[in-house]
């Protein structure tokens, strides 16, 4: 019996190991990461509104807006906290603000009748 050695590959045989080029998971890679601030400037916005005009809407919308955006906006995290904190004083601003009108105008209903 004779021994007979393995074929040697032949130049340009072998092809090196090149890695694969684009996604890999068969388009299923993750979103990229969002550069959009629109919903922390509008949470900003109406935060800031309910304060200079207090309506409960401005400042619940204002809150819920920059909370979104802070979960979904890490470029506009810093707007998003400051209009979480104008929508919430916008909203105590509310509770204050509305009992000093109504009693305010009531008072002045009852001074004009002048039935004091």
Request: no cysteine; net charge neutral; charged share 5%.
């Amino acid at each position: 019996m004779t021994y007979t050695p393995p074929e040697q590959p032949q130049q340009g045989g072998y092809q090196p190991y090149q890695p694969a080029t684009g996604n890999q998971y068969g388009g299923y890679a993750a979103a990229p990461a969002s550069t959009s601030k629109k919903l922390s400037m509008w949470g900003l916005i109406l935060g800031i509104s309910s304060i200079i005009i207090p309506i409960f809407l401005n400042a619940i919308a204002g809150g819920v807006l920059s909370g979104i955006g802070l979960a979904k906006e890490p470029q506009g995290r810093m707007m998003a906290i400051w209009g979480i904190v104008t929508s919430v004083l916008g909203f105590i601003w509310g509770f204050i603000f509305w009992p000093i009108v109504v009693f305010g105008l009531l008072f002045a209903a009852i001074a004009e009748s002048g039935a004091y």
